[in-house]
């Protein structure tokens, strides 16, 4: 699958950013804050794939930040129920070795912005990791494991960091997802997802949601039925 950004170099305070942004479509993409510290992430058939190829070119390329940019500014009204705002959030993607302090994350935004970047190609597999099964994940769950994804919530912004392998080893959550959910969703009217637990912290949740707008729209005409919907982030729930 190929993938194309536009890279920005960036200076801002005495250091030099790598800084990608997507050319292709991003608007199928949501985020949000379901509850206290849990998060979820919710995409099409299309918008899976790519994220599946944005978490292996985070994996590969620690020294580049992946910042999600042209994305709705609100909820759909099938996902309100999930969020307290209602708001959407950009996503970020980075390496935790960059040990960038989000609190600059609105400055460097800004400059971000205003640079028009050069056009980077990538070839990925976003199934590269999709076939690994339930002793490939063990490690994650030892308590000494230091290989996690961290999440960070600053102006409108999730910013999703973490290690080559728990960025490799996630990326293989989204593909599969991606070729069933529409499925799910025409048997049961819920929402199939994926909880990363085994890749954050205690403290935290990160949720993979399918979601196709186009898709519920056809199907789903009156309010009760966006009710019921919104109650299925648990039906046809996935755990690795």
Not at 27 to 37: G, L, P, R, S
Request: glycine share 4%.
């Amino acid at each position: 699958m190929k993938i194309q950004f536009l890279q920005k170099e960036i200076w801002f305070k005495n250091r030099k950013y790598i800084v990608l942004t997507p050319t292709f479509h991003t608007k199928d993409i949501f985020a949000c804050e379901f509850d206290k510290d849990m998060f979820i992430i919710f995409g099409n058939q299309q918008s899976l794939q790519y994220l599946a190829c944005v978490l292996l070119i985070g994996a590969d390329h620690r020294d580049k930040i992946i910042y999600l940019t042209n994305i709705e500014k609100d909820l759909p009204i099938h996902l309100h129920r999930f969020s307290h705002t209602k708001k959407n959030n950009e996503l970020v993607f980075l390496h935790h070795s960059q040990q960038f302090n989000t609190h600059q994350w609105k400055d460097l935004r800004q400059k971000v912005h205003q640079q028009k970047g050069r056009v980077r190609s990538f070839e990925l597999n976003p199934r590269k990791f999709s076939d690994l099964d339930y002793d490939d994940y063990t490690r994650f769950h030892y308590e000494e494991n230091n290989d996690k994804i961290f999440i960070k919530w600053d102006f409108d912004t999730l910013f999703i960091i973490g290690s080559k392998i728990v960025f490799e080893y996630a990326s293989g959550l989204f593909e599969p997802l991606s070729r069933t959910g529409a499925g799910s969703f025409l048997r049961t009217f819920g929402h199939e997802n994926f909880h990363l637990y085994p890749f954050t912290l205690n403290t935290q949740g990160l949720c993979v949601d399918y979601y196709d707008k186009a898709l519920w729209n056809k199907h789903l005409k009156d309010s009760e039925k966006y009710g019921d919907i919104s109650r299925g982030l648990n039906h046809e729930d996935n755990n690795c």
